[in-house]
């Protein structure tokens, strides 16, 4: 009896040369190679999780996500929802393709072949339960956050993503190098602490594009990272626009990671104090624009979920451990079992320490004082 397999997929997702192309590769593949009878579901403005839910019979035996962040996350969601066991085969058509990345389906620099091996899971590929993230009731799977650095995900473009890829993203991280940064109040484990920051993400994922290593553990150990991003100067913009666009490490950006279970970020209704070099940027900007619109003051400043606009601030956000199967290619699985690790609930990983901490809830007291 032959196998049943759903395809959803973007049709303007034209990171690739021509859909045509990848589409009848991969109904080759499912139909000739590995004796799937194939059905095809393309989405369109305004197609959520509902839909998907729908098409979610109990025959089926293959889900395949073909599309940028956002496609891929809402047919995760829908899976997670259902709380269905269907594996999902990931084809990466999109511009950051984060969870691909990180879950070793495209290489990790940002100028890698999107189709270059994304049809290898569906033969071969090992399926792995692993986590996902609610924000405000809405899942992700990659990341969510709120900030100008944030915000940077959303600005480009659809044709300017088509056009630039990954640089669609630098060019709009760039512009925010004026802005004033956000005074975020931050609650987990017991603990509320305020810290300014241009960027504030939880991901379910190790690397934001940020040029970290990438394992597998953290999609699966049921923990999220709080990842706090303050640029203060012009070579921590360019140590994360580098470690963005072209993968490059550097222990000097100011890009600081805790393990969280569930966490509560607030957005203040005051901005934090621009440095001499944001200053520099912001008049700048004022001579070559004639004009410059200051960001408004609020606690309800845009969030963000895998690429996309949801909503506001305040984020109460959650993980949801092993959520949903997705077919990960063989040697990242070997790599995860060879570097596993337990880590408790709040633990400091990566850069920040405590002392971090109190020196940004100090310049966060500090940009309070002034503003009186």
Same mark, same amino acid.
């Given at each position: ?172 991280? #760039?512009? !925010? =190098?004026?802005? @004033?940064?956000?005074?975020? *109040?931050? $609650? %987990? ?7 300014? /920051? ?81 200053? #520099?940027? !912001? =008049?700048?900007? @004022?001579?070559?624009?004639? *004009?410059? $619109? %200051? ?7 845009? /969030? ?69």
């Amino acid at each position: 009896m032959p196998k049943q397999a759903l395809v959803v997929y973007n049709p303007t997702a034209k990171s690739q040369d021509q859909n045509q192309t990848w589409i009848s590769r991969l109904v080759s593949a499912l139909s000739h190679q590995e004796r799937y009878v194939v059905t095809l579901f393309p989405t369109r403005e305004g197609t959520t999780s509902d839909d998907i839910i729908a098409l979610i019979r109990p025959d089926l035996d293959l889900i395949v996500a073909a599309g940028g962040d956002g496609t891929i996350r809402s047919v995760l969601a829908a899976l997670a929802r259902a709380k269905s066991t269907v594996p999902a085969a990931l084809v990466p058509l999109g511009t950051g393709n984060v969870l691909c990345r990180n879950l070793g389906i495209l290489g990790e620099h940002f100028f890698a072949d999107s189709l270059a091996h994304a049809f290898d899971p569906i033969a071969n590929g090992v399926p792995v339960r692993i986590d996902m993230g609610t924000m405000n009731g809405h899942y992700f799977a990659g990341m969510a956050g709120a900030g100008p650095l944030s915000d940077a995900f959303m600005t480009p473009a659809r044709g300017a993503k088509t056009n630039f890829k990954v640089l669609a993203y630098v060019k709009a991280m #760039l512009e !925010t =190098m004026a802005m @004033r940064p956000n005074i975020f *109040k931050i $609650t %987990l484990s017991g603990r509320t602490f305020t810290v300014e /920051a241009a960027g504030v993400f939880v991901a379910n994922v190790e690397d934001l594009g940020l040029g970290k290593p990438c394992h597998l553990n953290t999609l699966t150990d049921g923990f999220l990272n709080l990842h706090v991003l303050d640029p203060k100067n012009f070579h921590e913009y360019m140590a994360i626009g580098f470690r963005f666009a072209a993968g490059h490490e550097d222990a000097r950006a100011p890009h600081y990671v805790l393990r969280v279970k569930d966490v509560l970020i607030e957005a203040m209704p005051r901005r934090g104090i621009r440095s001499q070099f944001q200053r #520099l940027v !912001t =008049m700048i900007r @004022r001579l070559l624009e004639g *004009k410059f $619109t %200051l960001a408004r003051t609020s606690q309800f400043i845009p /969030a963000m979920i895998d690429g996309d606009e949801c909503g506001t601030t305040p984020m109460q956000i959650s993980v949801v451990p092993q959520a949903v199967t997705v077919l990960v290619p063989p040697e990242r699985v070997h790599e995860s079992a060879a570097s596993s690790g337990d880590y408790e609930a709040g633990e400091v990983t990566g850069f920040i320490s405590a002392t971090q901490i109190k020196a940004a809830e100090t310049r966060a007291d500090e940009t309070r004082a002034a503003s009186k």
